[in-house]
């Protein structure tokens, strides 16, 4: 079974101090997402990473950064935390490919979700 | 964007009920990915399918790629079906990763007893 694991359940942080979130899976998969949930928005794609050292912006990007210095291991970061970013963060991996069909993958594993409050 | 549409976004149902939750997109799919997500914030997959019916113990999705809607069915429900239940289009037109999954917005279902 794919395992996503993620550093903290619950979190709170003060305004204007750097947060961490890591991530990370033990099934060799080459994307890796961070999404935040927020009520009536549903899931929301900030940034995700195709390979180690890559990455690509999502939807809402601002005010979020990232870093895939391994492959298994996928971090958010917060430079500098505001109550706006208080929120479910929910990290998620997928293969790129399916290897068993040869043909892309978009089946994505959850990690279970970091509840982040920045008071 | 509102790509991906699901309804209800609130359904409360007695235990025993049949349960169906819709999801429409508005745009070509290769596939689409029916989520829950428990209070808690867990999510697992569910399905992925991009033709016809699946099913696995008492749940059933189906999709009708022609008339761009897919749902979901809880048979025989019970109060542990309680979740958030999200479905998520892998739009046709992207070439893999992270960029072609659109998520609606969740149904949340809560199952009494």
């Known amino acids: 079974d794919v395992k996503v694991t993620q550093s903290s359940r619950y979190l709170v942080k003060r305004t204007g101090e750097k947060v961490f979130l890591e991530c990370v899976q033990d099934?060799?998969?080459?994307?890796m997402f961070w999404y935040r949930q927020d009520p009536g928005l549903g899931l929301r794609l900030i940034y995700f990473s195709y390979d180690v050292k890559m990455k690509e912006k999502g939807d809402i990007p601002e005010g979020y950064s990232v870093s895939r210095e391994k492959k298994e291991r996928f971090s958010l970061i917060l430079e500098s935390a505001s109550t706006n970013q208080t929120s479910m963060y929910l990290c998620?991996?997928?293969?790129?490919?399916?290897?068993?069909?040869?043909?892309?993958?978009?089946?994505?594993?959850f990690g279970p979700g970091t509840r982040l409050t920045v008071t | 964007k509102n790509e991906v549409e699901q309804s209800p976004q609130n359904l409360t149902a007695q235990e025993g009920e049949f349960i169906t939750i819709n999801c429409s997109y508005s745009v070509g799919i290769s596939a689409l990915h029916w989520l829950q997500q428990h209070p808690g914030g867990g999510i697992v997959s569910l399905f992925m399918?991009?033709?016809g019916k699946k099913k696995h113990g008492r749940l059933i999705a189906t999709i009708n790629i022609q008339e761009k809607h897919s749902s979901l069915h809880i048979t025989a429900s019970h109060p542990r079906d309680s979740a958030v239940y999200i479905c998520?289009?892998?739009?046709?037109?992207?070439?893999?990763?992270?960029?072609?999954?659109?998520f609606g917005k969740g149904t949340h279902l809560i199952i009494q007893p």
């Open positions: 399918l991009s033709s």
């Open positions: 099934m060799d998969h080459e994307n």
């Open positions: 998620a991996s997928s293969l790129l490919f399916d290897h068993l069909t040869s043909l892309i993958s978009y089946e994505q594993y």
């Open positions: 998520a289009a892998i739009l046709s037109h992207s070439g893999g990763g992270a960029d072609g999954l659109t």
